[in-house]
């Protein structure tokens, strides 16, 4: 059975980190793509962004030069770097994975963290 946990998200004031993390289980996961998403209250999911299986990285423009993606294939888990957080980045978090050697086409979800940037 495949679980995905995010954890890390908190309450924060403007400018300030948070690191999520995205524990997978129940794939072999060197070969899974992770991507993250957000959701602000009353608005459409969002992508943020992908660690592919291969290393490969993308960002939303929004996000970019700010947040870092990475994985740690060992503990089977992605982390995102969130540095110069801004009030537009609260949302609910959540990472997803693809099928082996998949760029896209996510197929398992987390259940999100909460993610609140107070000005």
């Known amino acids: 059975q495949v679980q995905l946990v995010e954890s890390g998200g908190g309450v924060v004031q403007a400018g300030a980190s948070l690191r999520l993390s995205c524990a997978v289980s129940?794939?072999?996961?060197?070969?899974?793509?992770v991507g993250w998403f957000r959701q602000a209250p009353g608005k459409e999911r969002e992508f943020v962004t992908c660690?592919?299986?291969?290393?490969?990285?993308q960002y939303a423009n929004s996000v970019k030069g700010r947040f870092t993606i990475s994985r740690d294939n060992a503990k089977n888990t992605v982390y995102l770097q969130m540095n110069s957080l801004k009030p537009e980045d609260t949302a609910v978090y959540y990472c997803?994975?693809?099928?082996?050697?998949?760029?896209?086409?996510?197929?398992?979800w987390g259940q999100g963290t909460q993610v609140t940037v107070s000005s």
């Open positions: 129940g794939r072999t996961f060197s070969r899974n793509s």
């Open positions: 660690i592919w299986w291969n290393g490969g990285t």
């Open positions: 997803a994975v693809t099928g082996d050697y998949k760029i896209s086409q996510y197929e398992y």
